[in-house]
């Protein structure tokens, strides 16, 4: 089944790109889809199918997949983009939805 | 706009049972997969179960396969949970969240705001 890897941890400066991964063999023959949690909250899809933004999430984010890794970019990082991200996808093996294990992203 | 609302958790003792409950609004509920999640304190999201839009398959993690049992009945626009044999394991907030997809295999477009099960003695 699969296992999903991100960093713990991703900082970035006020204005700049973070970019958070997630990787796992093949990942690229997934669609992937990505999350974004601020504390307290329940969670919010800000990406879904490697690269389609839901409506009413900003253009700053983007996503690509390729190979054994999937990638979610934040351009012009603000301080309201500080929080935990998850990547998922489905797993037909084991039917069943796999997370990440989330990355904090903190905006300094 | 859609809305889910879960309710159902506490304080319970371990082996014991409770059962939690997903109002959903907004959408045509048996129109589309709805899955359970769970996130224990400090922790990251972990998926527990799924049941399709009519209820004919369900799917459950590992960690609760046998003891969780997931339901939905669509005249009342509600997803449920039973969790039984409950552990201090199982202390996490449970999240209801609508899939795209008929069959629950997609992604989760909307999420509860959820409800804090909490396993103790």
Redesign the interface.
């Known amino acids: 089944s699969y296992e999903l890897t991100q960093p713990l941890s991703v900082s970035v400066a006020l204005g700049q790109t973070a970019t958070i991964t997630c990787g796992e063999n093949n990942i690229g023959n997934k669609?992937v889809?990505w999350?974004q949690?601020k504390p307290g909250?329940?969670?919010?899809?800000v990406m879904?199918?490697d690269r389609n933004r839901?409506s009413g999430i900003s253009e700053r984010f983007s996503g690509s997949n390729s190979g054994n890794t999937a990638t979610l970019t934040i351009r012009r990082a603000q301080a309201g983009d500080e929080a935990?991200y998850?990547c998922?996808v489905?797993d037909?093996s084991?039917?069943?939805?796999?997370?990440?294990?989330?990355t904090k992203l903190t905006v300094l | 706009q859609v809305q889910l609302v879960e309710s159902g958790g506490g304080v319970v003792q371990p082996g014991r049972s409770l059962r939690l409950s997903c109002a959903a609004s907004g959408f045509t509920f048996s129109s589309y997969g709805m899955h359970w999640v769970r996130q224990a304190p400090g922790k990251g999201l972990e998926w527990v179960a799924v049941i399709s839009y009519d209820g004919s398959n369900k799917y459950y993690a590992e960690s609760v396969k046998g003891r969780f049992t997931i339901s939905r009945d669509n005249s009342k626009n509600t997803l449920y949970l039973q969790v039984s044999s409950l552990r201090a394991e199982d202390t996490a907030v449970y999240f209801c969240a609508k899939d795209v997809a008929l069959a629950g295999n997609g992604n989760f477009d909307y999420w509860g705001q959820g409800t804090l099960v909490t396993v103790s003695s």
């Open positions: 669609n889809h999350y949690q909250q329940a969670p919010v899809l879904y199918r839901p935990a998850y998922q489905w037909s084991i039917a069943g939805a796999v997370f990440g294990g989330g």
